[in-house]
């Protein structure tokens, strides 16, 4: 079947130039990288940005009052502003840099948590959380004597609202959820829920590790309390993640680590703290990584969050289209690809995930394959894992052919070897 050729909103063939690593063969073949929602690949930018702070700015930051320590120390904030913008946060102090989105929900369940939720309390999930989501609030739970309930999975793999009120109620303090399912793609309708948290004095956590990278993001029109994202999944370097909170949330919180770059003054007595955002982020940062985050944001906006998410429908909308030509097939999550993001997660009955990745693997096509951190929602569906393809700015409907083409020869092969 040939692809109609793409009415892509951007000039793909120019992007994908811009990404070293896409000239690259596996098994002799082109690479074709589908396995965007795990990390996605980096452009010249982001490198050429890493290059250029190691060999004219390399200097520990908030400290030096020499030039390269005031260089390095301006490129860095400017990073926090640009995230700022780009989630349309109130101002720059509300972003704080972590080590990754994990990192930044413990954040939250350690520096809040540990300080206001309370024996009896209870906190709210959904089953289709991933394991970052998920486990930092059991432990919370486990240690101060609060319990957690779940919202629950329909089998189109949406959440199940209905009794939503019996869920989130005036013992909830706390209510965390994705925006997008890693697993499924699925994108959850969240006003819904940060309302009935909100009715109830409870406060909305969002995990936005799959949406921020794929689609335009605004917090206030969110109206989260925290949001949680990762900057290797949307061009950036491994190393930086980004915990947003509204600004009186920070101020009122006890830090989370403790060292230097943290602190206002320390005695032998004691020590205070240094201000927002400054006081979540002790000891030397993620400095190089953080400054060309900076890069791969300038990249995503000049693009416009609402191209990439157009671009990623549209691929979406063909491999969800052919893979529903393949007999036996099973797709998860949403048909309808304005509830979906830009994942393709799928199974047949009778062969393993892994042997379709392994598959796929010497065919050049990169994807992942297992539980994808979310052991529960995979439980929900009765199963080990799923195979899945995961889209970004760089994607073709001819790699989402290459794909196909790579699943057909799986079920082939493993008809073949069972029959
Ligand atoms: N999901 C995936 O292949 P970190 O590892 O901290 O950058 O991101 C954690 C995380 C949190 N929430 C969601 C919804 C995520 O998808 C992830 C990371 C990757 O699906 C790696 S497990």
Redesign the pocket.
């Known amino acids: 079947m040939k692809p109609s050729k793409a009415k892509t909103v951007f000039d793909v063939q120019a992007i994908r130039r811009d990404f070293p690593i896409l000239g690259r063969q596996v098994h002799g073949k082109p690479l074709v990288y589908l396995?965007n929602?795990?990390?996605t690949q980096k452009p010249r930018a982001v490198i050429d940005a890493l290059v250029h702070y190691y060999e004219h700015q390399n200097a520990n930051i908030h400290r030096a009052i020499h030039t390269l320590g005031e260089e390095a120390t301006a490129a860095y904030e400017e990073t926090r502003a640009k995230v700022s913008q780009f989630i349309n946060a109130s101002r720059p102090e509300s972003i704080v840099f972590t080590?990754?989105?994990?990192?930044?929900?413990n954040l939250i369940a350690y520096a809040w948590g540990r300080a206001n939720v309370k024996k009896g309390d209870e906190i709210v999930l959904t089953q289709m959380?991933?394991?970052?989501?998920m486990v930092p609030w059991q432990r919370l739970a486990q240690e101060v004597g609060a319990t957690i309930k779940y919202i629950g999975v329909s089998d189109e793999g949406t959440l199940d609202l209905d009794g939503l009120d019996d869920i989130i109620t005036e013992k909830t303090k706390l209510v965390s959820v994705?925006?997008?399912?890693?697993?499924f793609g699925t994108i959850n309708v969240l006003d819904k829920i940060i309302a009935a948290a909100h009715r109830r004095g409870a406060l909305a956590v969002v995990?936005?590790?799959?949406s921020v990278p794929h689609m335009p993001v605004d917090v206030q029109a969110i109206d989260c309390d925290f949001l949680?994202?990762?900057a290797?999944?949307m061009l950036g370097p491994?190393g930086v993640?980004v915990l947003y909170a509204r600004y009186e949330l920070l101020e009122e919180m006890e830090p989370f680590q403790s060292g230097g770059e943290m602190i206002s003054r320390v005695r032998l007595e004691g020590a205070s703290w240094n201000d927002v955002p400054w006081k979540f982020e002790a000891g030397t940062p993620n400095i190089a990584d953080v400054i060309a985050f900076g890069a791969a944001l300038d990249y995503l906006s000049a693009l416009g969050m609402d191209n990439v998410r157009a671009h990623e429908q549209e691929l979406t909308a063909y491999a969800l289209r052919r893979l529903r030509q393949l007999e036996d097939i099973i797709i998860y999550g949403p048909q309808d690809t304005s509830r979906r993001g830009g994942v393709a997660s799928f199974n047949y009955p009778d062969i393993h995930a892994h042997d379709v990745g392994t598959i796929l693997d010497r065919e050049g096509v990169a994807i992942?394959a297992g539980h994808?951190?979310?052991q529960p929602l995979m439980r929900r569906f009765d199963m080990a894992g799923t195979a899945?393809a995961?889209f970004y700015i760089y994607n073709t409907l001819e790699e989402v052919d290459a794909l196909i083409e790579g699943v057909e020869k799986a079920r082939a092969f493993f008809s073949h070897a069972s029959g």
């Open positions: 396995d929602a795990a990390t080590r990754s989105a994990t990192e930044a929900l959380e991933h394991h970052s989501n994705t925006q997008v399912s890693n697993a995990d936005g590790a799959q949680a994202f990762s290797h999944k491994t993640g992942r994808h951190c979310a899945r995961s």
